[in-house]
């Protein structure tokens, strides 16, 4: 049935409009600075918002791997609820940043303790599979 997973998909597009909207955050930070592409230094605000894009894009492979494996093999609703809380902690982590980089810590241990559940149960629920021949 396609709509099975259907909480997944739309927490895996709430994720990448976050992302797109950090995206926009670098191009007005550009227009406030008027610093041209392709330097991306200069202005402390088009810094930070380049970090936190790019940080962004370094966790995604992660946890949307993780986000689609935990409710394959785990629980679609528990991985849709993760996958919010991950959501949540990259904002935190974006409007903590922006402010003073020094203010990030929060929203990164909200989105780390969110991929660890994902990714860790997954792995667990895909072992115990493998060892007990219930794949």
Do not use: C
Not at 62 to 71: D, G, N, R, Y
Not at 91 to 102: E, I, N, R
């Amino acid at each position: 049935m396609m709509m099975e997973h259907r909480w997944t998909a739309v927490v895996t597009l709430l994720a990448l409009l976050v992302y797109f909207w950090m995206g926009l955050q670098v191009a007005q930070a550009r227009g406030k600075s008027g610093i041209a592409a392709p330097a991306m230094t200069g202005d402390p605000l088009l810094e930070r918002a380049v970090r936190v894009h790019y940080n962004t894009l370094e966790w995604l492979p992660i946890f949307l791997t993780s986000l689609w494996l935990f409710a394959i093999y785990w629980n679609e609703l528990v991985a849709a609820g993760m996958g919010l809380v991950w959501i949540v902690g990259r904002l935190v982590y974006s409007t903590g940043y922006m402010a003073d980089p020094a203010k990030r810590s929060t929203g990164f241990m909200i989105q780390s303790l969110a991929v660890a559940v994902l990714m860790f149960g997954a792995l667990g629920k895909i072992v115990y599979g493998l060892a007990t021949g219930h794949v």
